[in-house]
């Protein structure tokens, strides 16, 4: 049964208060909290086992070693990954897609060339592909989204042909928490002849993730958003595509042979792996996707849906208020607007009643524009959040509103 009290409890962090009031953490997009299991990973993995990976042969190097792959074996497992030759560990989404742009982008992409991504992608689906656009003389293109926030699937039809090497998606938007149609996106590239890309920073953490059932090539997600430490992430990708692509960058245990002036490289995934990794964070990846594992992810979805609506439903209740994104099949978080606030001052206020939301671009400045807003402000629900802490959210908002109405224009 999915207790939500009980998981609370593995949460020391949301016992916290700021000021006098009780925290209220609502920016899990940006990151989520960590569970004690998670911090207690970390600790063990520097109290007992600490050394490098790979490397030496006495005894802490070897639990090391073994504590960092079966890590991988359980990532790889959570995704749906086949096995963990393709599953590569990164610092998170933005590097894994950087490692993509630039080891298969700059070897594959010609002029001529398009790679086909949306107008609602992060930043980190973005720059990378504008950058080997720039290096290759590859085009770019979008798919743009209908008035409320889905991707116009006929015009994604009439976008991808032959001249398209890869189309690139977000799962989940952390902006207008649409769910994209990326299995249908990834038949449709693969009909073309193109590889499929999906960036799931924003789906790994709260929906159930199949690699295999997806079809896709690529999929990249960020360890801190789904209870894991920062500073690690995970690039997966079909080990045939991998295994062509040059390196990302050079240097220690990526190799196989090194000579004054050429190198081979080490098998997969270790061919990405340059220098020291980030061990303990990778540990402490395999300590939160267990207990992912353990809620269940179906459990978990199911929880953050039902949380989702009432906020949706309760946040419709303000006088003027704009939600952006579709109405149904929506993640767990909800961007929006209220009339003469500015976001920032918004997020402001309600710090001071120990509510924290994230304002701003939310990284994704073209979806802004597309929506003619500078910035929104968004409450993002995870796996612990409740409905008492929706209700504090919305009063919070309602006095906001009261307090800026003199200053209406
Ligand atoms: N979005 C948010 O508050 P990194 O920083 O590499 O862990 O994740 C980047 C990233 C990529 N794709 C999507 C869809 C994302 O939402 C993010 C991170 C945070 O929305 C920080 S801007």
Redesign the pocket.
């Known amino acids: 049964m999915y207790d939500v009290d009980e998981i609370r409890r593995e949460f020391p962090i949301l016992d916290r208060r700021i000021g006098d009031k009780r925290l209220v953490y609502l920016?899990n997009?940006?990151?989520s909290q960590k569970p004690r299991r998670v911090l207690d990973a970390l600790t063990k993995y520097y109290e007992r086992h600490n050394a490098n990976i790979h490397r030496g042969v006495h005894r802490l190097a070897e639990e090391a070693t073994a504590a960092y792959e079966e890590s991988r074996a359980k990532v790889a497992r959570f995704l749906g990954a086949p096995g963990t030759t393709g599953l590569v560990f990164t610092?998170?989404?933005?590097?894994?897609?950087n490692l993509v742009a630039y080891a298969w982008g700059r070897k594959n992409l010609r002029e001529g060339d398009e790679v086909l991504l949306t107008e609602v992608?992060?930043?980190?689906?973005l720059v990378p592909w504008q950058l080997a656009a720039q290096a290759t003389g590859a085009r770019l293109r979008f798919v743009p989204i209908r008035e409320d926030g889905t991707l116009d699937m006929e015009e994604a039809g009439r976008l991808i042909g032959p001249k398209t090497k890869l189309v690139g998606c977000?799962h989940?938007?952390?902006?207008l928490a649409t769910i994209n149609p990326v299995v249908k996106l990834a038949r449709m590239a693969r009909e073309a002849g193109a590889l499929m890309l999906v960036?799931g920073?924003?789906s790994a953490p709260h929906l159930p993730v199949d690699v295999e059932a997806l079809g896709c090539d690529f999929f990249?997600c960020?360890g801190?958003?789904m209870l894991g430490p920062t500073g690690v992430?995970v690039l997966w990708g079909r080990p045939e595509i991998l295994e062509e692509m040059d390196p990302f960058l050079g240097g220690g245990e990526m190799i196989r042979e090194v000579r004054l002036d050429h190198s081979t490289y080490n098998d997969l995934p270790y061919k990405f792996e340059a220098g020291t990794m980030n061990i303990a964070q990778a540990v402490g990846l395999g300590a939160a996707v267990d207990y992912l594992g353990e809620l269940g992810m179906e459990n978990v979805r199911e929880h953050e849906r039902r949380l989702g609506e009432y906020a949706y439903g309760r946040l419709s209740e303000l006088e003027g208020i704009e939600i952006y994104g579709p109405k149904e099949e929506r993640t767990g978080l909800v961007s929006f607007s209220l009339p003469d606030v500015h976001p920032h001052d918004l997020s402001q206020l309600l710090d001071e009643e120990g509510i924290a939301i994230?304002s701003g671009h939310?990284?994704?400045q073209p979806l802004m524009r597309r929506l003619g807003v500078p910035a929104t402000a968004?409450a993002?629900f995870y796996l612990y959040n409740v409905e008492e802490e929706v209700d504090r959210l919305v009063e919070a908002l309602a006095r906001a509103r009261e307090f800026f109405r003199p200053y209406a224009i």
């Open positions: 920016d997009a940006a990151t610092r998170g989404t933005t590097e894994s897609i992608e992060h930043h980190s689906n977000i989940a938007s952390n902006v960036d920073a924003q990249a960020s801190h958003k992430g994230r939310h990284c994704a968004r993002s």
